[in-house]
């Protein structure tokens, strides 16, 4: 069984940083990827950035050159350093995973391919 339990959020100011993590857990299949998403307020959920198992990474436009994911195959925990946090950032951001994608740099795989989601993580960004 899947599970994905994100950790990190929290409160920062515009301009500061924040690392997300998520622990990853029953993913057996020999291609996936894990992603973030984010949903504000009164917002669709957008995708922000995603990693596949064989590296490639996507990310959306708006958080190119500030965000950056990563993973700890080690630790089975995927990351998202956010930098140059802006009051737009503030989100719930979630983890999910999807079994069977590839990443097609630099674009995320469409959210109706993510199976598997964590419960979420608050971030709110003050001007």
């Known amino acids: 069984q899947v599970q994905l339990v994100e950790s990190g959020g929290g409160s920062a100011q515009s301009g500061g940083s924040l690392r997300l993590s998520c622990a990853v857990s029953?993913?057996?299949?020999?291609?996936?990827?894990l992603g973030w998403f984010r949903q504000a307020p009164g917002q669709e959920r957008e995708g922000v950035a995603a990693l596949g198992s064989d590296g490639t990474l996507g990310y959306a436009d708006f958080v190119k050159g500030r965000f950056t994911i990563s993973q700890d195959r080690d630790k089975n925990t995927i990351y998202l350093q956010m930098n140059s946090l802006k009051p737009e950032d503030t989100a719930m951001y979630y983890c999910?995973?999807?079994?069977?994608?590839?990443?097609?740099?630099?674009?995320?795989?469409?959210?109706?391919?993510?199976?598997?989601w964590g419960q979420g993580t608050q971030v709110t960004v003050s001007s």
């Open positions: 999910a995973a999807a079994p069977w994608c590839t990443v097609l740099a630099p674009m995320i795989p469409p959210q109706y391919e993510y199976k598997y």
């Open positions: 029953g993913v057996t299949y020999s291609s996936y990827c």
